[in-house]
T-cell receptor, first 115, second 114 residues
């Protein structure tokens, strides 16, 4: 009964490769997010989608391309992977895009290591 | 801009000790405030939240009060357990034209020893 799930959990790949991370939520939420957590545990939002529409794009390199086929899924595709892309990527969802105290629910994370 | 400042870690305590993790914020609007917890190897879980001044969020013995006058949301627990060992993140949520944006502090690692 996982609320927000991500696959894969671990991803080890070579520089220059292209990879995708998938996220699914079964909470019936309208809004989904991608966050990046660096090696010092600092978390920063990358993207947000509301009902399949991009609403937040935080100056992320265009090698990163999110795709939302439906409001329950938000995938992240990364082209030409670089060493600096090594991080933990978290997907999250919330009921709505705007709302006082709107709680975001996080997935377990995908640990990406670029060699 | 919006930012959250947390005390540096790691914080190491003995079991049953009193815990305080300081959090202060800067926000252009009127934010909602959150504490999230990340256990080793896991994702973030909401611990508690508060949406307006003087609100107190509480959960699992943890408490934090939204103090607008000092722009703070300090996390406290009266008696910590080994199982509380984790990284704690303070965060603020601001409504923007495009939607909600969570801004996190750098996290504070808590280690509780027997």
């Amino acid at each position: 009964d996982t609320a927000v799930s991500q696959t894969p959990k671990y991803l080890v790949t070579q520089m220059g490769n292209d990879k995708s991370i998938k996220c699914e939520q079964n909470l019936g939420h309208d809004t989904m997010y991608w966050y990046k957590q660096d090696s010092k545990k600092f978390l920063k939002i990358m993207f947000s989608y509301n009902n399949k529409e991009l609403i937040i794009n935080e100056t992320v390199p265009n090698r990163f391309s999110p795709k939302s086929p439906d409001k329950a899924h938000l995938n992240l595709h990364i082209n030409s992977l670089e060493l600096g892309d090594s991080a933990v990527y978290f997907c999250a969802s919330s009921q709505r895009a705007g709302g006082l105290g709107e709680t975001q629910y996080f997935g377990p994370g995908t640990r990406l290591l670029v060699l | 801009g919006n930012s959250v400042t947390q005390m540096e870690g790691p914080v190491t305590l003995s079991e049953e000790a009193f815990l305080t993790i300081n959090c202060t914020y800067t926000a252009t609007g009127y934010p909602s405030l959150f504490w999230y917890v990340q256990y080793p190897g896991e994702g973030l879980q909401l611990l508690l939240k508060a949406t307006k001044a003087d609100d107190k969020g509480s959960n699992k013995g943890f408490e934090a009060t939204y103090r607008k006058e000092t722009t703070s949301f300090h996390l406290e627990k009266g008696s910590v357990q080994v199982s509380d060992s984790a990284v704690y993140f303070c965060a603020l949520l601001i409504l923007t034209g495009g939607g909600n944006k969570l801004t996190f502090g750098t996290g504070t690692q808590l280690k509780v020893e027997l």
